[in-house]
C-alpha cells in the first residue's frame, strides 16, 4: 500500500489539524477507499458493474451524502489553500482526467491542503485532496496527474461499496455505526460521534487492512489506463513509485507514519512498469504551468522570507531549475514577501517582457505595487487585466483584494456578486463579501453572507444565526424575508434552531 494514497496515515504536522472524532472518520474512510483482496487481482481494465448488492448497502446518493459531510468537518480541521491559482490548476489537471472515465457519478472536486506532509486522498461522492508537500515531490506535472488518476480510479471503482460487500455483515454494521455518528456531528455532539465513530471502527479495522493490496492494484492498473487517455505519461505512475521507495529505503528512520506502517512493494512496482511498458509514444513532458505552481508554494512555504529570497537567488545563480521563467516567478513572490520591492518590479519586468498576457506575471506584479504602497497604481493594473479576462479566478480574487485594499468596497462588493454567480461554492467569497458589506454598513449583506460562510464551512447552527439576523434587516421586503426562512428550513436539523438561538 503506497503511502501517499493514505488519506489519515499522516505526519505530526497534520495530525494536529484533526480532532479526535475526525480521525476516527479519516480511518475508516481510509480502510475502505484503499482496502482491497485478491479478488480483483488478475482481472483487466474491463470490471463488472457492482450489482444491486453493493447498491443495497450504500447508494451513490448516501456515498455523496458520506463525503460531503467528511469535506466539511475536514474544512474546519485543515489548512485549505484558498490560492485561486493554484486551486485552478489542480482541478484543471484532475478534471483533464477525470475527463476520460465513463464510470463518473458525481462530478469530481479537488482540493489542496497546505500542509509540508506527503499525502494525498480520495474521499466518497468525488472528493480528491492533495497536500502541497507531495505537489513538492513530484517532478513533473505527468507524476502529479499519476497520483490523481489513481485517486480517481478509486472513486470511479466503488472501492468502498465493493469492501462492503466482500464483508457484507461486519462492514455493514460499521457503515451504520458511521452514519450515525455523522449525524451526531451534525447536531453538535462531537464526543458523542467520535465515540460512536470508535465503537463502529474497532471491531472492522483490522479484517479491513487484510484487503488492501489489491484494491491498490486495481487502482493503478485503472489509474494507467486514464493518465494515457488524458495525454500522459504512462511512466510516471512506476517512475514516482520507484522515487517513494528510495526515499524509504534512504530516510527509514525519519518517515511519515504511514510509510513507515506501509511500505511500498517491489512487486508492485514491477507490476505497474510492466503495464506502463505497453503503452508507447507518451512521453513526459514539462508543463510551464506545473512548474510555476511548485515555484509558487516554495516561495510562499519559506517560514523566514529571505530564507526563500536566497534559495530562490542561489536555484538562479547556479541555474538548478527545470524552468527559467518559473523559478524567476518565485523568486519575485519571494522578493516581494521580504520587502524588496524595487528587486521585484525588475525580475517582474523581465517577465513582463517575456510573457507580457500571461495573467501570474500580471498578479504579482499588481501585489508588489499595493504591498510597496502604490495602492492607485497596484488597482490600474488588475483592473486592466481583469477587464481581459473577467472569469479567470486567480484574476477575480486578486481584484477584489486590491479593491479591498485600496478602500473601495462598493465596486468590491459588485465584483463579489458576479464572482459568487460563477463560483456559489467558494467559501471564501462569501466571507470577504461580509466583510465589505458590514463596512459600509449593509448589515442584511453582510449577515446573509456569513450565513453562507458558515454554512459552507460546516457550521450549520452559526449559519442559522446568521439567517436569522439577517432577516431582522430585510425590512419590510416580504421576498427577501422568504428566502432566507426557506433557507433557514433547508439547514434545518432535530435542535438546530434551538442550538442557533443558544449560540447568540
Do not use: C
Not at 47 to 76: C, H, T
Not at 218 to 246: H, T, W
Amino acid at each position: 500500500m503506497t503511502s501517499y494514497f493514505k488519506p489519515f496515515f499522516m505526519s505530526k504536522t497534520t495530525a494536529h489539524y484533526l480532532n479526535t472524532g475526525l480521525i476516527f472518520l479519516g480511518l475508516v474512510l481510509l480502510v475502505f477507499i484503499a482496502g482491497n483482496t485478491k479478488l480483483y487481482a488478475h482481472q483487466e481494465t474491463a470490471l463488472p458493474d457492482l450489482g444491486d448488492s453493493s447498491g443495497a448497502l450504500i447508494s451513490p446518493a448516501q456515498e455523496l451524502a458520506l463525503g460531503q459531510n467528511f469535506m466539511r468537518q475536514a474544512i474546519q480541521q485543515l489548512k485549505f489553500s484558498d490560492d485561486p491559482e493554484l486551486v485552478q490548476y489542480i482541478r484543471g489537471v484532475g478534471n483533464r482526467i477525470a475527463a476520460q472515465s465513463d464510470r463518473i457519478r458525481h462530478p469530481f472536486s479537488f482540493y489542496i491542503v497546505d500542509d509540508p506532509a506527503l499525502n494525498a486522498f480520495a474521499v466518497p461522492g468525488g472528493f480528491i485532496v492533495v497536500n502541497t508537500g507531495l505537489i513538492l515531490t513530484t517532478e513533473s506535472e505527468d507524476e502529479l496527474a499519476s497520483v490523481l488518476a489513481h485517486e480517481i480510479a478509486h472513486i470511479n471503482q466503488r472501492h468502498i461499496p465493493r469492501m462492503m460487500v466482500a464483508r457484507e455483515k461486519g462492514v455493514g454494521a460499521s457503515m451504520l455505526g458511521i452514519l450515525a455518528a455523522l449525524l451526531l456531528f451534525q447536531a453538535g455532539e462531537t464526543q458523542a460521534g467520535a465515540a460512536a465513530i470508535a465503537l463502529s471502527t474497532a471491531g472492522s479495522t483490522q479484517n479491513q487492512i487484510n484487503f488492501t493490496r489489491a484494491y491498490e492494484e486495481e487502482a493503478d492498473r485503472l489509474g494507467i489506463e486514464l493518465l494515457v487517455k488524458a495525454g500522459y505519461d504512462a511512466q510516471a505512475m512506476p517512475r514516482f513509485f520507484k522515487k517513494m521507495l528510495n526515499w524509504s529505503r534512504l530516510y527509514d528512520t525519519n518517515l511519515p507514519e504511514f510509510l513507515r506502517t506501509h511500505p511500498l512493494t517491489t512487486r508492485r512496482i514491477a507490476e505497474t512498469q510492466d503495464r506502463a511498458d505497453r503503452y508507447k509514444g507518451k512521453k513526459s513532458r514539462q508543463s510551464s504551468a506545473f512548474h510555476h505552481i511548485r515555484a509558487k508554494i516554495r516561495a510562499q512555504s519559506e517560514e523566514v522570507a529571505r530564507t526563500a529570497v536566497a534559495r530562490f537567488a542561489s536555484n538562479l545563480d547556479q541555474k538548478r531549475y527545470f524552468n527559467k521563467n518559473a523559478e524567476e516567478y518565485g523568486y519575485a513572490i519571494a522578493l516581494t514577501r521580504n520587502q524588496q520591492y524595487d528587486k521585484a518590479r525588475t525580475v517582474i519586468d523581465q517577465l513582463r517582457g517575456r510573457k507580457p498576457g500571461q495573467i501570474n506575471y500580471q498578479i504579482i506584479e499588481a501585489e508588489n505595487e499595493l504591498q510597496a504602497g502604490k495602492t492607485a497604481l497596484a488597482v490600474k493594473l488588475i483592473q486592466t487585466a481583469y477587464k481581459k479576462a473577467p472569469t479567470n479566478t486567480a484574476l477575480q480574487n486578486s481584484y477584489i483584494e486590491t479593491l479591498i485594499a485600496a478602500k473601495k468596497p462598493k465596486k468590491a462588493i459588485r465584483v463579489l456578486k458576479f464572482t459568487i454567480k460563477q463560483r456559489p461554492d467558494d467559501p471564501a467569497l462569501y466571507k470577504i463579501l461580509s466583510q465589505a458589506a458590514g463596512s459600509i454598513g449593509d448589515k442584511f449583506t453582510s449577515h446573509q453572507a456569513l450565513a453562507e460562510y458558515h454554512y459552507l464551512t460546516g457550521s450549520p447552527f452559526k449559519a442559522v444565526r446568521q439567517f436569522q439576523l439577517a432577516i431582522k434587516f430585510a425590512g419590510d421586503n416580504k421576498y427577501l424575508k422568504a428566502g432566507l426562512e426557506a433557507r433557514i428550513r433547508e439547514l434545518h436539523g432535530p435542535g438546530t434552531t434551538e442550538e442557533a438561538k443558544q449560540s447568540h
